[in-house]
């Protein structure tokens, strides 16, 4: 059974990956890297994805979708985008922390997160992806609520 979920999971990713558009990538990609950076808690990405003034804070910072509603899906569909990954899998620390990373830890942290990254997800040049990345860690305070 595990063979015939994972073709089917591979199937599906390089269909989203080969369809989806850059911009659309991009939103879900970082709409949810922010639910995984929230919490590994599935009540708690829940209410993350119902809080609505927090995702249109989100949005509004890393210019993600025209509406708030378009990131709740990749909110709640987090842990099957990034495989069941938690944030310390995926940035190989914790960055939970309201304590002010300097700007080499920030791309070094920024460089784990895009080799953990689903390659279907990839929507531009890796200083680009990285570019990004920083600039939602630097604004984490928005998700964590710091």
Known sequence: MN?????????????????????TK??????????????????????????D????????????AHSTSATKLPVVLSKVIWQGQALEQIALEDVRTSKPFTKERLQQISARVLDAMPSWLRYDSDP?????????LQHRGLVLGH
Request: without cysteine; hydrophobic residues 45%; charged residues 30%.
């Open 53 to 64: 003034e927090t995702l249109a804070k989100l949005n509004e910072v890393m210019a993600l």
């Open 3 to 23: 063979q015939v979920t994972g073709v089917i999971r591979s199937g599906l990713a390089s269909a989203l990956g080969k369809h989806l558009s850059g911009k």
């Open 128 to 136: 680009v992806i990285e570019r990004d990345v920083t600039k939602l």
């Open 26 to 51: 991009r939103m879900v990609f970082l709409a949810s890297l922010s639910a995984r950076l929230k919490s590994d808690s599935k009540k708690e990405i829940g209410q993350f994805a119902d809080d």
